[in-house]
C-alpha cells in the first residue's frame, strides 16, 4: 500500500535525536526510547530515520532487526512492527504519525516530504566544517563548540548490542573524540583553561578511558592551580587504569605526577599546615606507600645516602601470578593486590617504601638490611598473604637487589650512552 506524502507546514521541524537517548520531537509532542520499551519496535524506528534518504528492502530490515533468521514468519512480523510503530506515533500525537513511514512496493523509508532534523547529520557537519582550513580559528573553536555540545552521549546507547548500531556507534564516538582532541588543542594554545576544563570534565564522562584527555585535564588543572584536584584525578585515573584494564598509564600522565607534587608543595606557605602534614607522615604505621613516579626520586635520593653512608639498600619485587604463571583476570588480580597492599604495608616497617609498579606487581625499598634478611623479609609476606588469603588462586614471586649507588647508576648510564654511540 502506498501511503500519500502530505507535507508539514513550513514553521514544523521532526527533530530526532540520536546522541545520548532516542526522542522524536514534533513541536510540543515528544517520544523516546524510555516508552513502551519494546526494542525491535525503536530499532526499526532508529533505522528508518538513520538510513532516511533512502529506500531500504523488506529484506535489508529483517535482516538488520531479526539477524540470524531468529523470526519464523520475517516479512509478517515486519508488517506487524511497521503497524506498532505507527501506532505509538499516532497515540503520543506526533503529527502525521500514520503517514510518516511509507511502504512502497517490497520496501519502506521514512517520508521525505517532511522536514526532519537528526542530530547525528548535524553532528557530523559541524565536525567536517571544523577540520576546513580555510577557516578561521575561532570559526573553527565555535564549530567545535556546537559539535561537542550536541554529542550528549554515544549513538543510541540502548540499542548499542544490534549488529547494524555497532559500526556506527564506533564512528560517531571516533569523530567525537577527534573533534573534542582538536577542540581542546586549540583551547590551549588559546590559554582558555577554564573552557578547557569543562570540556574534558564532559568528555571524561563518554569515555573514561580516553588517556589523551586524562592528561589534558591533567595539565590543565595544574596550569589553574588546581593541585589537590589534580593529585585526585591522578589518584583516580591509576586506579581506574589498574582495576579496569590492567594497566598503568602512560609515562606522560606518569611524569605529570611530579609536576602535580612539586606544585601543590610549592603553593603551601603556611608553616603550620607544613608542620601538621609531617607530623601526620610521622604517625602513619607500616610501610610508606606512594606512585611510582614519586619511589624513583626517593630511589635516587637513598642511592646517593647509600654511598655516602655506606649503607645497605634492596629493592624487592613481588610479583603475582595464577598457579600457571600466567597473569590473573582484571578481578582476581585486583583483589590479589589489595590483599597482598594490605599485607605487605602491615608488614614492614615506617621506614620501608612501597609503590605498584605494574597491573600485578608491587616494588618495595628496604634499607639497612642484609641480602639475606630481604629475603626472609620477602618469605614473610609471603607466608602471611598465603595465611590470610588460602583461597586465592594466586602465587606471589619474589625478586631482590641491592640499590646501585649513584656512581654506579652514573657508570652504568655511560656505558649505555657509549654504545648507542657505536
Known amino acids: 500500500m502506498d501511503e500519500n506524502r502530505t507535507p508539514l507546514s513550513d ?15 514534533v513541536g510540543e509532542h515528544m517520544i523516546n526510547d524510555s516508552i513502551n520499551r519494546t526494542n525491535k ?3 526499526l524506528l532508529e533505522y528508518l530515520i538513520t538510513f532516511k534518504d533512502k529506500e531500504i528492502s523488506q529484506q535489508e530490515l529483517i535482516d538488520a532487526l531479526w539477524p540470524g533468521g531468529e523470526s519464523d514468519n520475517p516479512v509478517n512480523a515486519l508488517k506487524n512492527l511497521v503497524y506498532r510503530v505507527r501506532t505509538i506515533l499516532i497515540n503520543y500525537d506526533i503529527p502525521h504519525g500514520k503517514e510518516l513511514i511509507v511502504h512502497k512496493r517490497n ?5 521525505s516530504a517532511f522536514p526532519c532534523k537528526v542530530d547525528i547529520e548535524e553532528f557530523e557537519r559541524l565536525c567536517k566544517e571544523a577540520m576546513d582550513p580555510a577557516i578561521t580559528k575561532e570559526e573553527r573553536l565555535a564549530k567545535y563548540e556546537a559539535a561537542v555540545k550536541l554529542y550528549k552521549g554515544d549513538f543510541l546507547p540502548k540499542s548499542a548490542y544490534d549488529e547494524w548500531v555497532v559500526p556506527l556507534h564506533t564512528h560517531y564516538h571516533a569523530l567525537y573524540l577527534r573533534a573534542v582532541t582538536h577542540y581542546v588543542e586549540l583551547l590551549e594554545e588559546e590559554s582558555r583553561w577554564n573552557e578547557m576544563e569543562a570540556i574534558c570534565e564532559q568528555a571524561l564522562i563518554i569515555d573514561q578511558f580516553e588517556e589523551e584527555l586524562h592528561e589534558k585535564y591533567l595539565r590543565c ?7 589537590q584536584k589534580a593529585l585526585s584525578h591522578y ?3 591509576t586506579e581506574l587504569f589498574y582495576r579496569k584494564l590492567g594497566v598503568k598509564p602512560g609515562e606522560d600522565i606518569r611524569e605529570l605526577y611530579k609536576e602535580i607534587v612539586k606544585t601543590e608543595k610549592a603553593m603551601e606557605t603556611d608553616l603550620d599546615i607544613i608542620k601538621n602534614d609531617l607530623s601526620e607522615s610521622q604517625a602513619a604505621k607500616g610501610a610508606f606507600y606512594c606512585e611510582y613516579a614519586f619511589f624513583k626520586e626517593i630511589y635516587r635520593l637513598e642511592a646517593r645516602s647509600a654511598e655516602r653512608l655506606g649503607q645497605a639498600v634492596f629493592i624487592g619485587l613481588l610479583t603475582v601470578t595464577t598457579v600457571d604463571n600466567k597473569k590473573p583476570k582484571v578481578e582476581l588480580l585486583n583483589n590479589a ?5 594490605k599485607v605487605i604495608r602491615e608488614d614492614l616497617r615506617k621506614g620501608d617504601v612501597v609503590a605498584r609498579f605494574s597491573a600485578a606487581q608491587y616494588v618495595l625499598m628496604l634499607p639497612t638490611l642484609t641480602y639475606e634478611n630481604g629475603l626472609m623479609v620477602l618469605n614473610r609476606i609471603i607466608k602471611r598473604f598465603n595465611r590470610e588469603h588460602p583461597r586465592l588462586p594466586v602465587v606471589i614471586h619474589t625478586k631482590l637487589q641491592p640499590l646501585d649507588p649513584v656512581d654506579l647508576q652514573k657508570n ?3 656505558k649505555k650512552d657509549m ?3 657505536k
Open 11 to 25: 514553521d514544523v521541524m521532526i527533530e530526532v535525536t540520536m546522541l545520548g537517548q532516542f526522542e522524536i520531537r
Open 41 to 43: 519496535l525503536w530499532s
Open 107 to 111: 520496501s519502506y523509508c521514512w517520508n
Open 221 to 227: 588543572l595544574i596550569k589553574t592551580g588546581k593541585p
Open 235 to 237: 589518584n583516580y585515573v
Open 337 to 341: 593486590m589489595d590483599c597482598l597492599l
Open 412 to 414: 652504568a648510564e655511560q
Open 419 to 421: 654504545t648507542k654511540s
